[in-house]
């Protein structure tokens, strides 16, 4: 089983649309989770960290359910600029800079 | 400020070859990492350096090694290349929890 396994996608949706991925770990002492995006030939970015309570930002929410060892992104609202591979992040081990990406979704939101 | 610059941007190697891929992290960072990314792959783990000390090792070969210099810059050497060796190697940098990645080193090995 890989350690972080995410929506095969591509997921492809109109503007206005809303979007959800989800994301499941295997490490149940997992303690750090993340959000990153990627643009095409991009290095990928922090889009949220993900916190236990949920945690919002504009159109963005980030879900985290330790007792299924799940994590989602919901969008809401798709731009055209959202359109991009969403990988879901875990941390591994103690070491600040090791992070376990998933394979990532492709989001392509269209006009 | 100056994000976190790798080098070369594109490469192209043969089979057995040696390479070597340079990082220069955000102006006080101490931390870097590695991430090899392969075509429709995440990044994966190579290596963490902070202070100049390897802090994490992800699983790969000794053909792969890093050192971090005092002015934290990095290199990362990848000895007798194989074709799956072709991955976009992705350095970023870190002060607290957060990853500043660079825009990548693109090694093709033919």
């Known amino acids: 089983r890989k350690e972080v396994e995410q929506d095969p996608g591509p997921f492809n949706v109109p503007e206005g649309a809303t979007v959800a991925f989800n994301c499941t770990y295997s490490?149940?002492?997992?303690?750090?989770f993340f959000w990153y995006r990627q643009d095409c030939r991009k290095e990928p970015k922090l889009l949220m960290s993900?916190?236990?309570s949920g945690n919002e930002d504009g159109r963005f929410t980030a879900q985290l359910n330790r007792a299924s060892q799940y994590i989602s992104l919901l969008i809401r609202d798709s731009k055209l600029s959202d359109s991009a591979t969403y990988l879901c992040?875990?941390?591994?081990?103690?070491?600040?800079?090791?992070?376990?990406f998933g394979k990532g979704t492709k989001l392509s939101v269209k006009p | 400020d100056a994000g976190v610059t790798q080098s070369p941007t594109h490469l192209i190697k043969t089979r057995g070859q040696h390479v070597t891929l340079r990082c220069s992290p955000i102006?006080?960072?101490?931390?870097v990492s590695w991430y090899q990314q392969v075509l429709g792959q995440g990044p994966q783990f190579i290596f963490q350096?902070?202070?100049?000390?390897?802090?994490g090792r992800g699983n790969f070969p000794d053909r792969f090694s890093a050192r971090q210099f005092p002015n934290y810059s990095s290199e990362l050497n990848v000895n007798a290349l194989l074709l799956g060796d072709s991955a976009l190697y992705l350095c970023?940098?870190?002060?607290?929890?957060?990853?500043?990645f660079g825009e990548g080193s693109r090694l093709t090995v033919l």
């Open positions: 992040v875990t941390q591994g081990g103690r070491s600040q800079g090791n992070l376990i």
């Open positions: 490490n149940s002492a997992s303690q750090s």
């Open positions: 350096y902070y202070e100049k000390e390897e802090r």
């Open positions: 102006s006080g960072h101490k931390s």
């Open positions: 993900v916190y236990s």
């Open positions: 970023a940098s870190a002060i607290t929890g957060e990853l500043f």
